[in-house]
């Protein structure tokens, strides 16, 4: 299946986008960090672990004194070089600047976590804007002496790679609530070179909104980056990503989970064999987002309607059961079905 440029996927809890009512927001701009003009902060005037705030967001960082090198975390920037390749450039965004032309943004890296505040923690996180660093754009743009150009059927030692050029790099967004880590996910894909007309392949090279409603209330949020090429060490794509106005929704989300006891959500047939229809005229609800998953939590559908009933083909699919979930305003409804 072929993705969009920003595709939300909840692999379990079957929750999609969230519909949050009118609140305050805060939003980490990055510009409470003071930095020199066209320079950055990786940690090292703090090395062996330390954090920097903005906002909401309580962002780790930890710069290694053996190998001088910033190790985990995130660091801060306002570096504006959006041509030079290579990791001399690690801090640079592809955008030379800040979200709407602001000055200061972060990089994240593998594994990076971003903890909420004592205002924030329990709540739910809106999103956050998200672009490529320059050092991967350029590498996945032209390749380099570590990873593929993206689209090619080999890899940088000249091999074929088995990838037939389908290439992706996929940033995935997991949520922490009372300490533990959730099954709720949220992709980004930061390139992917996956459809089947190539003129639609891309390398995200602007800021895009990431949205985390989906997510429901959290404490933290941990990142982690997957790519399609990969070598004996690892993943061979450069594993940085630039963020900026990280924002908090200031309200946690109430969700009222049921198994329709009132009957307002009427799904038809039950057992279905290729077409299920969703009656939504029984909910209070301007829209509804509709999710489908199998029984290991696999989302296969979703979608935001407003037809009063909606009908879904699952010819596609195999027999056995499913739960379709509706979320209308803070009511989330989740009903199994079988699949003949």
Not at 237 to 262: H, K
Request: proline fraction near 2%; hydrophobic fraction near 40%.
């Amino acid at each position: 299946m072929k993705t969009q440029l920003l595709k939300l996927t909840l692999i379990t809890g079957f929750v999609a986008a969230a519909i949050l009512p009118a609140q305050s927001q805060t939003v980490s701009t990055f510009e409470n960090l003071t930095l020199s003009p066209d320079s950055y902060w990786d940690g090292s005037s703090n090395p062996m672990g330390t954090t920097f705030t903005s906002g909401n967001g309580i962002f780790p960082n930890f710069y290694d004194t053996a190998w001088a090198y910033w190790a985990s975390g995130w660091a801060y920037s306002n570096m504006k070089d959006s041509t030079t390749a290579g990791y001399t450039n690690m801090y640079s965004a592809r955008t030379a600047s800040g979200y709407n032309n602001s000055a200061n943004y972060i990089i994240g890296q593998q594994a990076s976590y971003i903890n909420l505040n004592a205002t924030a923690i329990g709540k739910v996180v809106n999103g956050f804007y998200i672009t490529n660093g320059t050092y991967a754009a350029i590498s996945m743009r032209d390749g380099d002496a570590f990873a593929k150009k993206f689209g090619s059927i080999y890899n940088a030692d000249g091999n074929i790679d088995g990838t037939n050029g389908e290439d992706w790099f996929l940033l995935n967004v997991h949520k922490y609530l009372g300490g533990v880590m959730t099954n709720d996910s949220v992709n980004f894909y930061l390139a992917d070179y996956r459809f089947a007309d190539s003129t639609q392949d891309y390398i995200v090279t602007e800021w895009q909104w990431v949205d985390l409603t989906s997510l429901g209330n959290a404490d933290s949020l941990f990142f982690t980056l997957t790519s399609s090429d990969n070598g004996m060490w690892g993943m061979n794509t450069p594993a940085f990503f630039c963020v900026d106005d990280f924002t908090t929704s200031d309200a946690a989300l109430a969700l009222n989970e049921n198994e329709n006891p009132d009957n307002s959500l009427y799904i038809y047939p039950n057992p279905a064999m290729d077409i299920l229809n969703i009656d939504l005229s029984l909910l209070n609800m301007n829209s509804a987002q509709i999710s489908i998953a199998d029984v290991s939590g696999k989302q296969i559908y979703t979608e935001r309607r407003t037809k009063e009933v909606v009908s879904i083909d699952l010819s596609g699919y195999g027999s056995g059961i499913y739960f379709v979930s509706v979320l209308s305003e803070n009511n989330l409804t989740t009903k199994k079905i079988v699949k003949k």
